[in-house]
């Protein structure tokens, strides 16, 4: 299968997974959430930057919610990044390679969606203790929590962010040169 199909299709792939996780009505899914938990907010999407908060919305989410956020994370919540990582490794691979760039800074790029995955499972595993836990106290790994999450997003928008910032680059540049070639 070319290169370029299989981009389409772990795109298309990615898509979906997202769009079906946030908007449809299934065990794990974030509506699914909002309804066990009474309408509670996952710590991923509003991170709590203090242990007692963290331990106010876990409290807020009841038995029921504690245990779809617990089934959340051990299914939909690993199927999810792991559905968009060929799609944003391909993306990132497909604007690297039109640039020269140093081995090692090709590396670096390359690594991002590698580091946002790496970070949403350390989140799961780390929500998962607190979950397991409760309601005893971790409060070093609650504490710890928002900040894996936001290294989190920020590889997440990077993994996108860098290879658009490629693509829109390369198209600028092509078009000056166009126009430059032109009498």
């Known amino acids: 299968m070319k290169t370029g199909k299989v981009f389409v299709i772990a795109g298309f792939w ?10 449809l009505q299934f065990p794990g899914s974030v509506p699914d959430f909002n309804r ?7 710590l991923d999407a509003s991170p709590a930057f203090t242990s007692d908060a963290v331990y106010e919305r ?10 779809n956020y617990s089934f959340r994370n051990v299914s939909v919540d690993v199927l999810l990044p792991l559905s ?3 799609f944003l490794f391909l993306f990132i691979g497909r604007a690297v390679s039109r640039f020269s760039f140093r081995p090692l800074l090709r590396a670096v790029f390359l690594s991002v969606p590698v580091v ?9 595993a780390s929500v998962l ?16 929590l928002p900040y894996t999450t936001l290294i989190k997003r920020a590889a997440s928008l990077l993994a996108l962010g ?5 693509v829109v ?3 600028v540049r092509r078009r000056q040169l166009q126009a430059a070639a032109r009498p």
């Open 58 to 67: 876990l409290a807020g989410y009841g038995e029921a919610g504690r245990q």
């Open 36 to 42: 066990a938990s009474g309408g509670g907010v996952l």
């Open 169 to 171: 680059f390369q198209f």
């Open 116 to 124: 946002y995955v790496a970070f949403d499972l350390l989140e799961n």
């Open 129 to 144: 203790a607190l979950l397991a836990n409760y309601p005893e106290r971790m409060n070093v790994l609650a504490a710890s």
């Open 14 to 23: 990615a898509l979906l997974v997202v769009l079906a996780v946030h908007l």
């Open 84 to 86: 968009v990582l060929p």
């Open 162 to 166: 860098i290879p658009l910032a490629m």
